[in-house]
């Protein structure tokens, strides 16, 4: 694969894969502690009296993890991974601990700017776990800079 410099090195069907990460038992409490401190995220009894039927992390946690999986992946080269939204948001699964996950993009669509030097780019994340089960989907819509 060619390297990804700028907006026009982009092609529809180009693909990224992140290195992958191992989630703790510790990860999952510690983000649950302090941004989503709800039981299913914290407390091994309790969840198993959710719908998760056991320990789970936060979608957010899921999401975070993702952002940091996309910026690894540096499917913008050397650009950062700027996002005027997201579309496609799904948990598909829950992440549980000890799972190993990974996130695989393609890029769906390009749109180059007429006014600036920029485009928008559509590439689909999907993280999947150990077992290559979809944990995760998210469609940032990225604003990737163009050749002068």
Do not use: C
Request: glycine share 6%; charged share 20%; net charge negative.
């Amino acid at each position: 694969m060619a390297q990804v410099e700028w907006f026009d090195d982009l092609t529809i069907g180009m693909r990224f894969r992140s290195p992958e990460v191992e989630i703790t038992e510790a990860d999952i409490k510690r983000f649950a502690a302090e941004f989503d401190p709800q039981p299913m995220h914290l407390d091994h009894d309790a969840a198993k009296l959710t719908l998760f039927k056991g320990l789970a992390a936060s979608g957010w946690h899921t999401a975070a993890i993702a952002m940091n999986l996309a910026i690894q992946a540096r499917p913008f080269g050397p650009h950062p991974l700027i996002g005027a939204g997201v579309d496609g948001l799904r948990w598909t699964m829950p992440v549980r601990p000890n799972d190993r996950l990974h996130l695989v993009g393609e890029v769906m669509s390009l749109t180059p700017s007429k006014s600036k030097p920029q485009g928008i780019a559509l590439v689909k994340w999907t993280m999947f776990n150990q077992n290559d089960e979809e944990v995760y989907t998210f469609t940032p819509i990225a604003i990737v800079p163009r050749r002068s």
